[in-house]
């Protein structure tokens, strides 16, 4: 029988090793699995490259990873923010590394991975400072970068409802990066406020099928 | 000087909207033209966080914090709304399907290139969200700003001297003294605030201008 649901949130983060590349979805706090973020640093690893919108909010979630010195680098569209003094803080000491993404490449680019396209031509950030030393092209008479898909180790995401093959809804705003984080991992990790039962989620509505997810969490 | 006050600048955005236009509107003064959309069409709001079908703020102890915009402001849906994942929402915009995005701006060129997303200080922490693809994206990309700097330098430039978020993306722009596009023959004043007249437009403006 196929069952991914874990007991606890500390299980469900199991195998993060340090250096490793882990995704974080959420726009602010809308979406961000906190419960896994907090276990996750209750388990330790370091030397983490993050995959998130931005770099943490305020004292919780991602921002505490980052003030516990676990995160060697950001890959994110907008780090900084009002509440963001961790990452801020890090950044001025030059103690974090920030590769900054403009919001639709870093989502292509990880729906590339999650989708094996190798790379891709993009017309965002042509001619600007984001895209310098990448290769260009022109493709019937507008301009392209080239652009490379982002995978990860681990992709933790946040949803609504969930099952034991790992199908997922979402709720309102919050689904932003969620169903393509979860296809951009070697183990997906889904918080879901609760689980039910096989055949209870919708065949029709359900957003991320369970091809995508490896543990399923309750929290 | 006469000027156009935030509000008759937003007003006068949204009376461009077309019957049925999916619009997108950035962070700050732009997100004044929800205020003014008309009311005799039906315009469709796109907020890049993965929402289309945006409605008001919601009443205090409303808020959803599932429910926000790109400013992470709590929001409402309209009837007819529908969510989706960040993929799609960016192909929406980079793929030509949002009629018109509002955006603000450090400087606009005369040839169209924009500057709003890094001062390019060197203690500035840059973030960028999903500026450039809007500016790139969009059916029309519009630009609301004022039209001088708080030390009174024209915003409309030759050269944008801040990091550029698109090249030659701005079709139309809306500042507190005109309403000015930007075509391949240069920028054509379409509009000024009452009591201005070309030759004063022109000499608090860095390029040349004309009707």
């Known amino acids: 029988m196929i069952d991914k649901r874990v007991a606890s949130v500390d299980a469900a983060v199991a195998g993060v090793a340090d250096g490793m590349t882990v995704m974080i979805g959420g726009f602010g706090t809308a979406g961000m699995p906190a419960a896994l973020v907090d276990a996750l640093i209750r388990q330790g690893a370091g030397d983490?490259?993050?995959?998130?919108?931005?770099?943490?909010?305020?004292?919780?979630?991602?921002?505490?990873?980052?003030?516990?010195?676990?995160?060697r680098k950001v890959i994110c569209s907008f780090p900084r923010q009002t509440d963001s003094w961790h990452f801020d803080k890090l950044y001025k000491e030059k103690a974090i590394e920030l590769e900054l993404v403009p919001q639709g490449n870093l989502a292509e680019r990880i729906r590339?991975?999650?989708?094996?396209?190798?790379?891709?031509?993009?017309?965002?950030?042509?001619?600007?400072?984001?895209?310098?030393?990448?290769?260009?092209?022109?493709?019937?008479?507008?301009?392209?970068?080239?652009?490379?898909?982002?995978?990860?180790?681990?992709?933790?995401?946040?949803?609504?409802?969930?099952?034991?093959?790992?199908?997922?809804?979402?709720?309102?705003?919050?689904?932003?990066?969620?169903?393509?984080?979860?296809?951009?991992?070697?183990?997906?990790?889904?918080?879901?406020?609760?689980?039910?039962?096989?055949?209870?989620?919708?065949?029709?509505?359900?957003?991320?099928?369970?091809?995508?997810?490896?543990?399923?969490?309750?929290? | 000087m006469k000027r156009y006050t935030r509000d008759e600048m937003a007003a006068r955005v949204a009376r461009d909207f077309s019957e049925g236009a999916y619009v997108n509107l950035g962070i700050g003064l732009p997100t004044l033209v929800a205020n003014h959309l008309p009311k005799d069409r039906e315009i469709i709001l796109h907020t890049e966080n993965g929402?289309?079908?945006?409605?008001?703020?919601?009443?205090?102890?409303?808020?959803?914090?599932?429910?926000?915009?790109?400013?992470?402001?709590?929001?409402?849906?309209?009837?007819?709304?529908?969510?989706?994942?960040?993929?799609?929402?960016?192909?929406?915009?980079?793929?030509?399907?949002?009629?018109?995005?509002?955006?603000g701006a450090f400087q606009v060129s005369a040839s169209g290139d924009l500057a709003n997303w890094h001062t390019g200080g060197p203690d500035a922490i840059p973030a960028v969200g999903g500026a450039m693809d809007l500016a790139i994206g969009a059916k029309k990309v519009y630009v609301m700003m004022e039209h001088l700097t708080k030390s009174g330098e024209s915003k409309i430039v030759a050269k944008c001297t801040y990091p550029l978020t698109g090249v030659a993306c701005v079709n139309r722009i809306f500042t507190d003294l005109a309403v000015i596009d930007v075509t391949p023959q240069g920028l054509k004043v379409v509009e000024m605030a009452g009591g201005m007249d070309l030759n004063e437009l022109q000499r608090l403006t860095g390029v040349p201008l004309h009707e």
């Open chain 2, 51 to 103: 929402l289309l079908g945006m409605g008001p703020a919601p009443g205090k102890g409303s808020e959803d914090p599932d429910l926000i915009n790109a400013g992470k402001q709590p929001v409402t849906t309209v009837p007819g709304a529908s969510f989706f994942h960040h993929a799609d929402s960016f192909a929406m915009m980079r793929g030509g399907h949002l009629d018109f995005c509002v955006l």
């Open chain 1, 48 to 71: 983490l490259t993050i995959v998130s919108n931005n770099a943490g909010n305020a004292d919780a979630g991602l921002a505490l990873l980052i003030k516990a010195r676990r995160v």
């Open chain 1, 112 to 219: 590339a991975a999650g989708a094996g396209i190798g790379a891709f031509f993009t017309p965002t950030g042509y001619g600007t400072l984001l895209a310098e030393g990448k290769e260009t092209r022109n493709i019937g008479g507008r301009d392209y970068v080239l652009e490379y898909p982002i995978h990860a180790d681990f992709a933790l995401v946040k949803a609504e409802r969930g099952d034991r093959w790992g199908n997922l809804v979402y709720r309102k705003t919050a689904r932003n990066f969620g169903p393509i984080m979860a296809s951009a991992a070697r183990c997906t990790v889904a918080q879901v406020r609760r689980i039910v039962e096989l055949g209870e989620l919708d065949p029709e509505t359900i957003v991320t099928p369970g091809i995508f997810v490896h543990r399923v969490v309750a929290a």
